[in-house]
């Protein structure tokens, strides 16, 4: 995603008052590169750290043998507690001839040395958007396939509209209420049958890329002899404190959900271990009130608590304060001047009950938001708050001011106005 931003840069080289501007690239560099900064954040979930911390880490297939043993390498280990944290799996739907004229997903994608000519990605969510727009800037012709009526379905429509229309500035055919039906593969082309209603699409490809969803890994490691219980999303099922249907097994991150997201999984992580360690004296009910996520295209799309939908989904009650970015002079400065930042109150108050940032930094700004849903507070205090000009937070502030421009104390304003006239006169 970096590396295809700076190419993207240098075609807006005139937006930076520059004449012109050029680089090139072989992609099988660019892939290496992606591999170097893996590795060095390797380090930070090796197994020397753990080591290091005092854990005892042992490397192999892990299999329940009963509530309390799991076995390794032949090796059978007793504990008062055990935590599943086994993670998901890309979803490849049962599409005929799919497997037969291949396919790549998010987990073997970063072997590839030769970049497609062409390139279809099937799937409109994060990881299908993030993908299709990193592709679409490297040079590759890229054709985005969604069954919803909109690419990013989980966003508020104008966040999708936006997305879509930068998409298609770029060069993506993006190609919505498609559902692919077959594939096949002629020599080295790949051919995609989509249904659109009552139109049939083929879409010609070198490559295809399968981004629609992940599944939760749930089989192979003895859950199902155990009779572990599973939600209807096929995820573990676990209750308020993490646990399975057996109280002293645990589960967390994407194989329990409800969300697929690194820091969720970090979350629900510390609530596990602290009811394993300590739920005899006290139990911690897990906290999803306040999570945040992001997608990293551009516009980079951020949002914590509820949106448009979610709220009517729900029937909350709720009042709508947006603020342009395209009005902020940081923004206007680095010629990044799209996007907003959209707030939801609740009806009369200052109670903040979601936040969609679109823009660039969107997940850094959201973080704002998410510390104030957190600790209850409202948009008057994000007001009182000095912001440093010029930076793109300040678009925080401006949305707050929005809302109280909205919201002024009408009676008060005519005393105050009484008042200088008084004193005027």
């Known amino acids: 995603i970096r590396s295809a931003k700076f190419v993207n840069h240098t075609q807006r080289a005139k937006e930076f008052g520059m004449d012109e501007a050029s680089t090139s690239f072989r992609f099988e560099r660019i892939m290496d590169r992606v591999h170097e900064v893996i590795k060095e954040i390797e380090p930070h979930d090796s197994v020397e750290r753990y080591t290091q911390l005092g854990v005892e880490?042992?490397?192999?297939?892990?299999?329940?043998?009963?509530?309390?043993?799991?076995?390794?390498?032949?090796?059978?280990?007793?504990a008062r507690h055990i935590v599943l944290a086994t993670g998901a799996r890309p979803f490849v739907p049962p599409i005929p001839g799919l497997a037969e004229a291949g396919y790549r997903t998010s987990d073997d994608l970063w072997e590839m040395r030769e970049q497609p000519k062409r390139l279809a990605v099937l799937g409109g969510g994060p990881i299908g958007s993030e993908l299709t727009q990193s592709f679409a800037r490297l040079g590759t012709e890229v054709t985005q396939i969604e069954m919803m009526p909109r690419i990013m379905i989980r966003e508020d429509e104008d966040v999708s509209e936006l997305v879509t229309e930068?998409?298609?500035?770029?060069?993506?055919?993006?190609?919505?209420?498609?559902?692919?039906?077959?594939?096949?593969?002629?020599?080295?082309?790949?051919?995609?049958?989509?249904?659109?209603?009552?139109?049939?699409?083929?879409?010609?490809?070198?490559?295809?890329?399968v981004a629609v969803g992940r599944a939760a890994r749930v089989e192979g490691f003895g859950a199902e002899e155990l009779g572990i219980e599973l939600t209807q999303r096929k995820t573990i099922a676990v209750d308020e404190f993490l646990r399975t249907n057996y109280p002293n097994i645990f589960a967390v991150g994407d194989v329990a959900g409800p969300y697929q997201f690194t820091h969720t999984a970090a979350h629900m992580a510390w609530f596990a271990a602290v009811n394993a360690l300590f739920g005899d004296l006290k139990k911690f009910k897990v906290d999803y009130?306040?999570?945040?996520?992001?997608?990293?295209?551009?516009?980079?799309?951020?949002?914590?608590?509820?949106?448009?939908?979610?709220?009517?989904?729900?029937?909350?009650?709720?009042?709508?304060t947006k603020f342009e970015i395209d009005e902020l002079d940081r923004a206007i400065a680095d010629s990044e001047a799209h996007g907003f930042v959209k707030v939801l109150t609740v009806p009369g108050k200052d109670t903040i009950l979601g936040v969609t940032i679109v823009g660039e930094h969107a997940g850094d700004l959201i973080?704002?938001?998410?510390?104030?849903?957190?600790?209850?507070?409202?948009?008057?205090?994000?007001?009182?708050?000095?912001?440093?000009?010029p930076t793109l937070a300040e678009a925080n502030k401006y949305v707050a001011g929005n809302w109280k421009r909205a919201h002024a104390p009408e009676g008060l304003l005519r005393w105050v106005q009484r008042y200088h006239d008084w004193r005027r006169g």
């Open 57 to 78: 880490c042992m490397q192999g297939e892990g299999k329940l043998i009963s509530p309390w043993e799991v076995e390794v390498n032949g090796q059978r280990l007793t």
């Open 166 to 209: 930068r998409f298609i500035a770029e060069g993506v055919n993006v190609l919505t209420s498609a559902r692919a039906v077959a594939v096949r593969a002629e020599g080295d082309e790949k051919i995609i049958t989509c249904e659109r209603g009552d139109e049939t699409i083929e879409v010609r490809c070198d490559e295809i890329l």
């Open 289 to 320: 009130r306040v999570v945040p996520w992001a997608t990293f295209c551009e516009p980079e799309v951020a949002r914590v608590g509820l949106n448009e939908s979610d709220a009517k989904a729900q029937n909350i009650p709720y009042e709508i």
């Open 367 to 389: 973080a704002e938001y998410v510390l104030a849903m957190k600790y209850k507070l409202g948009l008057n205090k994000i007001l009182g708050t000095i912001h440093i000009y």
